[in-house]
């Protein structure tokens, strides 16, 4: 799936639900995970389980999608069906989110440690290189 289309079911999923004021604490778990699946789907985030990928896409196909189970027209119950899907995906990609943030409070010291163990390895091997050349 394109991540950039993750993104965009993301924003009109948070734009729907926004209406309601039962899920604005809600929307920023529905934004990161939105962020998740694009990391997901972009193959940089390589650890949520393609099952839960799955789950949350569906959750957010059925949010944006206009055809729901109780239609989003009637008065106080028009969003209840969409509220519990979120409930849903929410409680599923709970455990995963926790999980996704400390990847991403990490992704700039994975790649600070990759980039020195790199240089640390090719003085190494030019070390090395040396050496043989000298015997």
């Known amino acids: 799936m394109d991540p950039q289309k993750i993104v965009n079911m993301t924003k ?5 639900l926004s209406n ?9 778990d529905l934004k990161l995970t939105g962020q998740m699946l694009r990391d997901y789907f972009a193959k940089e985030y390589t ?22 189970i109780i239609p989003d027209w009637l008065p106080f119950v028009g969003a209840l069906d969409d509220i519990a899907v ?13 999980y996704y943030k400390l990847w991403l409070a ?16 090719e003085k190494y091997t ?8 000298q015997r």
């Not at 979120?86 to 926790?98: G, I, R």
């Open 126 to 133: 030019e070390k090395k290189k040396n050496a043989d050349v």
């Open 106 to 121: 990490t992704k700039d010291m994975r790649a600070d440690k990759a980039t020195e163990l790199i240089g640390r390895v």
């Open 20 to 28: 309601s004021k039962k899920t604005d604490k809600y929307l920023s």
């Open 86 to 98: 979120l409930f849903y995906l929410l409680h599923t990609v709970k455990e995963e989110l926790k």
């Open 47 to 68: 650890l949520l389980s393609p099952s839960t990928a799955f789950v949350a896409v569906f959750a957010l196909i059925y949010i944006i999608s206009p055809v729901d």
């Open 12 to 16: 009109k999923a948070a734009k729907k």
